[in-house]
C-alpha cells in the first residue's frame, strides 16, 4: 500500500497553527513568533514533510537569483581564498545570466531563502542549520569546500587531505627529516584534513612530528610569524615547514629572511593555496595549488541545473590539489 503523501495542512494540523503560518515558517518571514515557529519546526522534522519545489516557485515566480553564504570572518576581503570564491562564482553568473546576492553569516542569524531560487554554502563554519533550514524547505542548495556525507545535499571539495599528504611527500623526498608545521584552524574541515594527510604521510614513512614541531594556527600572518619564531628557537630547529596557507607560508619567509638566514639552503618552506603573491616575494613559494576558481565556476553550473529540475541526485565531486614547484624548497642539508 503507497504511502500517503504528507501535506501542508498535516504540518499545520500537527503543530496547531494554520496553514498560512506554516508557510511563512518555510519561508522564513520574520514575524511568526518563536512558539510557532518551534511547533512547525518540530512537525515538519517528524513529519519528514518536503515542501512542493515546483509549487512554490509556480507561487512566486522562477527566481534566476542565487545566494553565495559565506562564512564572516576577520579580512574576508583581503582574503585570497575568499576572493577566488566569489570571482569564480561572478564570473559563472555573468555566465549563466543569473543575478548574485551575496550573504556574509556568523550562523547566528535565519536565513530567507524566499528571495533566491538556490544557494552555495562556501563551506560550514558554524551555520549548519542554516544548511538544515534551507534543505528542509526544499531551497535548492549546494556546498563548496565542505564534503558532506551526512545531509541530503551535492557538494564540490577539494580533496585537502591529499593536498596534506603532497606537501609532506616532496619535503621528505627532498630528504628533510625535521619537518614542522603551522597548521590552518583545525576547527575546519580544510585545516584538520590537511594536518591529517601531512602527519599520515609522514608517520608512515617513520618521519617524526614531535609536538614542538607543530604549530596550531588560524590562517593568519599574526599566528605564522609566532609559529616560525618558535620553530626557529628549538635546539633542533626544523629544516622545513609546511605552512597550511600561502599567507602564513609568506610570513614564515619574512621571518626566516629576518633572522639573517637563507631559503631553501638553511630552511624550505612550503605554502598552500597558489596565491598569486606567491611569485612577487624574494622567493618565489613552491605551494599546493587548489582549484578554488574551477570549484567556485562549477558550482554555479550543478545548482543552475539542479535549479533547473535537472539535478535530480545528489553529486559528490572531489577536486584534487597538485603540487607547484618554485624556489622554497630545496635539499635537506644538515
Known amino acids: 500500500?503507497?504511502?500517503?503523501?504528507?501535506?501542508?495542512?498535516?504540518?499545520?494540523?500537527?503543530?496547531?497553527?494554520?496553514?498560512?503560518?506554516?508557510?511563512?515558517?518555510?519561508?522564513?518571514v520574520p514575524t511568526?513568533?518563536?512558539?510557532?515557529?518551534?511547533?512547525?519546526?518540530?512537525?515538519?522534522?517528524?513529519?519528514?514533510?518536503k515542501p512542493n519545489i515546483?509549487?512554490?516557485?509556480?507561487?512566486?515566480?522562477?527566481?534566476?537569483?542565487?545566494?553565495?553564504?559565506?562564512?564572516?570572518?576577520p579580512g574576508i576581503f583581503y582574503s585570497f581564498y575568499a576572493v577566488e570564491l566569489i570571482r569564480g562564482v561572478g564570473h559563472a553568473c555573468e555566465t549563466k545570466r543569473l543575478d548574485l546576492v551575496f550573504h556574509i553569516t556568523n550562523g547566528d542569524n535565519p536565513m530567507n531563502t524566499s528571495n533566491v531560487g538556490g544557494i552555495i554554502f562556501a563551506d560550514i563554519i558554524e551555520?549548519?542549520?542554516?544548511?538544515?533550514?534551507?534543505?528542509?524547505?526544499?531551497?535548492?542548495?549546494?556546498?563548496?569546500n565542505n564534503k558532506v556525507d551526512d545531509l541530503d545535499v551535492s557538494y564540490i571539495a577539494?580533496?585537502?587531505?591529499?593536498?596534506?599528504?603532497?606537501?609532506?611527500?616532496?619535503?621528505?623526498?627532498?630528504?628533510?627529516?625535521?619537518?614542522?608545521t603551522i597548521t590552518g584552524n583545525l576547527n575546519t574541515q580544510a585545516g584538520l584534513h590537511r594536518f591529517e594527510g601531512f602527519q599520515t604521510f609522514l608517520q608512515e614513512k617513520n618521519v617524526g612530528l614531535p609536538e614542538e614541531y607543530i604549530f596550531k594556527g588560524d590562517?593568519?600572518?599574526?599566528?605564522?610569524?609566532?609559529?616560525?619564531?618558535?620553530?626557529?628557537?628549538?635546539?633542533?630547529?626544523?629544516?622545513?615547514?609546511?605552512?597550511?596557507?600561502?599567507?602564513?607560508?609568506?610570513?614564515?619567509?619574512?621571518?626566516?629572511?629576518?633572522k639573517g638566514l637563507k631559503i631553501p639552503d638553511d630552511i624550505s618552506i612550503i605554502g598552500f593555496d597558489d596565491n598569486p603573491a606567491c611569485l612577487f616575494g624574494s622567493i618565489a613559494l613552491t605551494t599546493v595549488k587548489q582549484p578554488l576558481f574551477k570549484m567556485a565556476e562549477e558550482s554555479?553550473?550543478?545548482?543552475?541545473?539542479i535549479m533547473g529540475g535537472k539535478g535530480k541526485f545528489k553529486k559528490?565531486?572531489?577536486l584534487n590539489p597538485e603540487l607547484v614547484v618554485r624556489e622554497s624548497c630545496g635539499p635537506c642539508r644538515s
Open 158 to 180: 577539494v580533496d585537502n587531505n591529499v593536498g596534506g599528504r603532497i606537501a609532506a611527500d616532496y619535503l621528505v623526498s627532498l630528504k628533510h627529516k625535521r619537518i614542522a
Open 32 to 49: 511568526v513568533s518563536r512558539k510557532n515557529r518551534a511547533n512547525v519546526e518540530e512537525a515538519i522534522a517528524h513529519l519528514k514533510f
Open 54 to 73: 515546483s509549487a512554490q516557485r509556480l507561487a512566486r515566480g522562477y527566481n534566476n537569483s542565487i545566494g553565495l553564504v559565506m562564512p564572516g570572518y
Open 127 to 144: 551555520n549548519r542549520k542554516q544548511v538544515e533550514s534551507a534543505i528542509a524547505v526544499g531551497t535548492p542548495c549546494l556546498i563548496i
Open 300 to 305: 554555479v553550473y550543478l545548482l543552475s541545473s
Open 219 to 258: 590562517y593568519s600572518r599574526r599566528c605564522a610569524r609566532t609559529a616560525m619564531k618558535s620553530f626557529l628557537e628549538l635546539p633542533n630547529p626544523p629544516t622545513a615547514v609546511f605552512a597550511c596557507s600561502d599567507e602564513m607560508a609568506l610570513e614564515a619567509v619574512a621571518v626566516i629572511l629576518e
Open 1 to 28: 500500500m503507497p504511502q500517503k503523501k504528507i501535506s501542508i495542512e498535516d504540518v499545520a494540523r500537527r503543530a496547531k497553527v494554520s496553514i498560512t503560518t506554516v508557510s511563512r515558517v518555510i519561508n522564513n
Open 316 to 318: 559528490r565531486i572531489v
